[in-house]
């Protein structure tokens, strides 16, 4: 078995999420699916466009179609863009490792995403609240540059703040229209809430920039580098650790990551 | 053990030929590079040839499979296998190179299966070193010019010939197929003289305990210092035994295509630019900073072995003199 | 012993003293004596350690397009650094003004393999006294033609020293007029001949980009042989063949031919051959006398309402 | 060579004057080799040369970039940048080891239905003698 042979998928179905994210909900023509976990990625291929490492921000357990939200940003994404439903695309994986869930049972969930950084705790946030028991208070703060730019908007507004004990934290960079919620930056937003570090993971996931600052705002907040998880992104060409692309230092995105702790994060080289 | 007249060569070529594209050392416009060969000249006289041995098993684009079809209706052909091939005239640090490569390729969660179908096609007949070239310096990245990582049958250049010997399964099939060209040997002497050749340039060069030793060097100035003659091209990278690095891509004419994988270079300014914009490593320091840690760092932690063999091309042929001597050179000052 | 390079040592620590550029670009000592390196004085201390002998090949003025951003920089330039920097100003992808150039009259740089290979054994110095190179090596001096020693890319050079400097080493020489030998060879040849030699010269492309890289001509922020849409990343002979003539055409006219390209191509391609074939019809099609030289008109920028028809006149050449 | 090889041409034609004359050359009813294919183009000098190198690569046998006379370009003087460029060029390719007659640069105004069918008979006539093109050409 060639590894970097995908297998034909279908794109059954487009739902748009902002003007430049669509959610792809894609069903591999063979197997249906494949086994995956949280945070998990898996590399989509236009054929004739070429390929991109897109996390899975569908949840396994619920055992449906692959789902993909990709923004529209380079080559590959922008052929995915458009693509119609019926059409064919490639899929391989899944690639990474996934979230330490096993290790979070009883405790607090803080999840901070950042535009389209909701897309891998999208999976993770609906992992964990399908076994809503396993865990304390989950809350959830998101932002994006607009209100129109926040993604997944039936779940954020509607089916997580309904579920026990969650809370749905929204902001946006600069408001417009009618929107009514917080204006602020993500950082500056959680430190705002200022959620309790005791008892309590947080998990971090948007572009570069947030992560860098809300990294810092969760430190301030007195959370320890092992409560705080994240993920990273890097330009990847096999996702099989093979290719020689995605390292930071002696380690590989693809293989060792994309999950990773505050705390093995800095035993890394920043250069990402 | 066994002795060929140097004279038979041609013959064994021819034998193994039968079976297999044969590849040996030929001169072009000055340069000896491996090719195809349809019985042609030898080559004997090089210290290298110009294009190693990794490009032949590992190839600077080959095809991952082939898609025809539309939108709506698409089906896949993966690449067919490759034809069987007997290359030879590498040196042993080319070989080791390609043991390194394979190490990397096929050890790990994930088999690539393209590397592994060539390997296996691939009989490689090693010719061990009785003289140093200038730039060598193999021994200094722990392998030895009579190394038998990564060949299949070492032939140790005798006064009159070579000797040869079998070094796995592999080697010794092919050995059995020109048995008439073989008499015993009746010493061993030329491969002790490739076993015990001394490489100079190797003797100038500390790699002890260099990871070590380059552990918190990773935000050193020495790398801006070092990386300003860098031209950012893929020279060194392109003509290294042991680099791997690789990127996926399609063609595509009308409704047929292919997905290549092809090399690439960690110095190139875009190998890391991501769609939206965003350049881990835009400044050439960052670039040359990993090409040398990850031979000499990352390399080391993962794989237990630098990630260099001493070949000396990048030393001959690097536009602006940065090479690994000049940095371990300049390492062997800096470092504690 | 070498009174050149003592001068050049001293003005470029001057230089730097005085804080009148923050980087000098020149050559520092390399692996051996035949191969020193190009070489970035940040101080006095730095400048101390500059070479200036025969064995200084590399070309440097394509480095000003990175080291003139964080200030003024001082530079030895011969001819073809002097070339190549008039090309990156006439681009304006680099002001004259941060750059200071010392001037140096340059009798041809050593290709240290042909001199290692003539000498069949480590040189340690050289000298070059008009038509014959005296080399050093451990078994004493020894001297070849000059058309044997030195590298490719100064047998044909035309231009010795800059057109302008800040301030001169020594006595700059005059610039000759260049000649295309090695292109009217190859123009004599038929049509499948010439594609036989330039198939086996750009098979052994590696496309590493060297060539590209060395150029002072090829400035592009962004260039179109990194676009897949202008060149796929397939390695066959056909997009070599495309390569190699978007990149010299991309530089006909706009050539200073200090010939870096070919001396940093791995794989021995020929590229100035490439390169002077524009050359050498520019001159002859629209009465460009120097077209390697930077002009105020740019041969491919502008045209002449008189000009020829170069697919019919001239043909005979071919 | 196959029997029934025929040349392919790739002409890159200028919408003002040579697009049109092969429209006159169709609508007289001028007889001329269906070995062309034409690719209109705003003028002469939108023609990069690695067009002419991509239409070769690809399987042209012979390829064409025809536009205004001089001094007649709708633009002023893009035919002008394409006299000077493709002088060049035209002979680069041969230096390449093209064989001349698979490049030809022609004008062709819009009234000259006569000289773009004889343009096109004699490239064909050119390219049915050399066979088809090899040179530079991708393996498929």
Not at chain 4, 52 to 58: D, G, K, T
Not at chain 4, 77 to 87: A, D, M
Request: charged share 25%; hydrophobic share 40%.
């Amino acid at each position: 078995m060639n590894p970097l042979v995908p297998e034909i998928a279908t794109i059954k179905d487009i739902i748009p999420e902002t003007g430049d994210v669509k959610t792809f909900v894609v069903e591999p023509d063979n197997t249906g699916s494949f086994a995956y976990r949280p945070g998990q990625c898996a590399m989509v291929s236009v054929f004739g466009v070429g390929e991109a490492m897109i996390s899975i921000t569908s949840t396994a357990a619920r055992r449906g179609p692959l789902e993909f939200s990709v923004k529209r940003v380079g080559r590959v994404s922008g052929a995915l863009h458009e693509a119609e439903p019926g059409h064919k695309v490639g899929v391989r994986g899944p690639y990474g490792n996934w979230f330490p869930l096993e290790d979070w049972a009883g405790r607090n969930l803080l999840f901070v995403g950042g535009g389209i950084g909701l897309a891998p705790l999208r999976a993770l946030i609906n992992h964990c609240l399908d076994e809503r028991d396993r865990y304390g208070r989950v809350d959830i703060v998101y932002g994006a540059r607009s209100p129109q730019d926040l993604c997944f908007k039936r779940e954020i507004m509607e089916n997580w703040p309904r579920v026990k004990d969650v809370g749905v934290h929204l902001t946006v960079d600069a408001a417009n229209g009618d929107w009514q919620g917080a204006v602020a930056l993500v950082p500056h937003f959680l430190e705002r809430l200022g959620p309790s570090p005791e008892g309590t993971v947080a998990v971090t996931c948007g572009p570069p920039i947030m992560i860098k600052y809300t990294l810092a705002s969760l430190t301030k907040l007195g959370f320890a580098d092992d409560q705080i998880v994240t993920t990273l992104e890097l330009k990847m060409q096999c996702g099989v650790g093979k290719c020689g692309r995605c390292n930071i230092g002696a380690k590989y995105v693809c293989l060792d990551g994309p999950v990773f702790t505050y705390e093995q994060l800095k035993q890394l080289p920043q250069e990402y | 053990m066994k002795l060929m007249r140097a004279g038979a060569l041609p013959r064994l070529l021819e034998t193994l030929g039968r079976q297999a594209q044969v590849y040996a050392p030929a001169t072009e416009d000055g340069l000896v590079l491996l090719r195809p060969w349809t019985g042609q000249a030898i080559a004997t006289s090089y210290v290298n040839p110009v294009n190693s041995l990794k490009g032949l098993v590992y190839p600077q684009t080959e095809a991952v499979l082939e898609f025809t079809g539309g939108d709506e209706n698409l089906s896949l052909r993966e690449a067919p296998a490759p034809a069987p091939q007997v290359v030879f005239g590498g040196r042993p640090c080319d070989a080791a190179g390609l043991a390194l490569i394979a190490q990397v390729l096929l050890e790990g969660t994930f088999v690539d299966e393209l590397f592994r179908r060539r390997r296996e096609a691939t009989t490689v007949l090693t010719v061990a070193c009785r003289e140093p070239g200038p730039y060598c310096f193999c021994r200094a990245m722990g392998v030895s010019p009579a190394d038998e990582r990564g060949s299949d049958v070492m032939f140790y250049p005798a006064d009159d010939g070579y000797l040869v010997e079998a070094v796995t399964a592999r080697g010794e099939e092919a050995l059995q197929a020109v048995a008439g060209l073989l008499a015993p040997a009746p010493d061993t002497g030329a491969r002790d003289a490739c076993r015990e050749l001394r490489i100079p340039l190797a003797e100038k060069l500390t790699t002890d305990r260099l990871a070590a030793r380059l552990e918190g060097f990773f935000e050193h100035p020495y790398w801006e210092q070092v990386a300003r003659r860098c031209r950012s091209c893929g020279t060194c990278a392109y003509l290294c035994p042991t680099c791997y690095c690789t990127a996926i891509f399609d063609t595509s004419r009308g409704t047929r295509g292919r997905r290549l994988r092809g090399w690439d270079s960690c110095q190139f300014k875009d190998f890391l630019l991501m769609a939206g914009g965003h350049n881990p490593r835009p400044a050439k320091k960052q670039r040359v900073r990993n090409r040398f840690l990850h031979k000499l760092s990352y390399s080391p932690a993962n794989h237990g072995a630098y990630g260099c063999v001493g070949c000396g091309r990048c030393v001959e042929k690097c536009p602006a003199d940065l090479h690994m001597v000049a940095v371990l050179t300049d390492l062997g000052e800096v470092l504690p | 012993m070498n009174e050149r390079q003592a001068k050049l040592r001293s003005i470029a620590g001057s230089l730097l003293a005085e804080g009148r550029v923050s980087l000098f670009i020149g050559f520092g000592p390399g692996l051996e004596p035949s191969r020193p390196v190009p070489w970035f004085a940040k101080n006095a201390d730095e400048a101390g350690k500059l070479v200036l002998d025969p064995f200084c090949g590399p070309g440097l003025a394509r480095y000003l397009l990175d080291e003139t951003a964080a200030g003024p920089a001082g530079i030895v330039a011969r001819g073809c650094d002097g070339l190549g920097l008039e090309r990156l100003v006439a681009d304006k992808r680099v002001g004259r003004d941060q750059v200071y150039v010392v001037g140096v009259a340059c009798r041809g740089a050593v290709d240290p393999d042909k001199a290692r290979r003539l000498a069949g054994r480590p040189v340690f110095g050289a000298e070059v006294n008009g038509e014959t190179v005296a080399l050093t090596t451990a078994g004493g001096r020894l001297s070849f033609p000059r058309s044997d020693c030195l590298l490719d890319r100064c047998l044909a050079c035309a231009d010795p020293s800059p057109r302008t400097a800040d301030t001169w080493l020594e006595e700059p020489l005059p610039g000759a007029q260049r000649e295309f030998e090695g292109v009217e060879a190859l123009e004599k040849l038929g049509p499948d001949d010439r594609y036989a030699f330039w198939a086996r010269h750009l098979e052994r492309c590696l496309r590493c980009h060297a060539c590209r890289n060395a150029c002072p001509a090829c400035n592009c922020v962004a260039c179109s042989l990194d676009n897949p849409e202008w060149l796929e990343r397939t390695t066959g002979l056909a997009d070599h063949f495309m390569f190699h003539f978007t990149r010299a055409y991309h530089v006909a006219g706009r050539c200073v031919a200090c010939g870096e390209c070919q001396r940093a191509c791995p794989v021995g391609i020929p590229l100035m051959l490439l390169n002077e074939k524009f050359m050498k019809d520019i001159r002859d099609l629209f009465a460009v006398p120097d077209p390697h030289r930077p002009q105020e008109a740019e041969p491919l920028g502008h045209f002449s309402p008189d000009d020829p028809e170069g697919w019919r006149e001239g043909d005979e050449t071919l | 060579m196959s029997l029934t090889w025929e040349p392919r041409i790739v002409g890159f034609a200028c919408r003002w004057c040579t697009y049109a004359g092969a429209d006159l050359a169709g609508t007289s009813r001028l007889e001329y080799p269906a070995a062309i294919r034409l690719i209109r183009v705003p003028c002469s000098g939108r023609v990069n040369p690695s067009f002419v190198l991509r239409a070769f690569q690809r399987g042209a046998d012979g390829v064409l970039v025809a536009g205004c006379h001089p001094g007649d370009c709708h633009y002023t003087s893009g035919n002008l940048f394409t006299r000077r460029r493709y002088s060049l060029v035209k002979r680069f390719l041969e230096y390449l080891g093209m064989e001349p007659e698979r490049f030809r640069v022609e004008w062709i105004s819009a009234a000259e239905g006569h000289r773009f069918a004889q343009v096109v008979r004699e490239m064909t006539a050119d390219l049915r003698r050399l066979g088809p093109n090899r040179k530079m050409r991708e393996e498929t």
